[in-house]
């Protein structure tokens, strides 16, 4: 069974911006979910942004209007567009695949990348 695979991460000033990716093996084919979470040290890991396999997207409250989801069909791969980048986005970002390819066979669960870490400076 094959890990969502996170990268993209890194360390930038109050302002900057990153792009992460999110490379699911079998995306097509298991017509995935995929979604982005963060967790900053000492707190619980929290939604950021999720789009369906049909389409429609979502965005938590706090990063509405300063980060984009999207993806590429090609490429198995949804990225995380982050503008704006505040201190408190600091935190590891993770990629949730909401079906995984096991055996040759889609199968529905969570299947967690291990994450991609962003640090954002004042």
């Known amino acids: 069974q094959a890990q969502p695979v996170e990268s993209g991460g890194g360390s930038v000033q109050a302002g900057g911006s990153l792009r992460l990716s999110c490379i699911a093996s079998?995306?097509?084919?298991?017509?995935?979910?995929i979604k982005w979470y963060r967790q900053a040290p000492g707190e619980e890991r929290e939604f950021v942004s999720g789009i369906d396999f049909n389409g429609p997207v979502t965005y938590a409250d706090s990063v509405t209007g300063r980060f984009r989801i999207s993806r590429d069909l090609l490429k198995n791969t949804v990225y995380l567009q982050m503008n704006s980048l505040k201190p408190e986005d600091t935190a590891t970002y993770y990629c949730?695949?909401?079906?995984?390819?096991?055996?040759?066979?889609?199968?529905?669960?969570?299947?967690w990348g291990q994450g991609t870490q962003v640090t954002v400076s004042s």
């Open positions: 079998g995306y097509i084919r298991c017509k995935m979910d």
């Open positions: 949730k695949a909401l079906r995984r390819l096991a055996g040759g066979t889609c199968v529905v669960g969570d299947n």
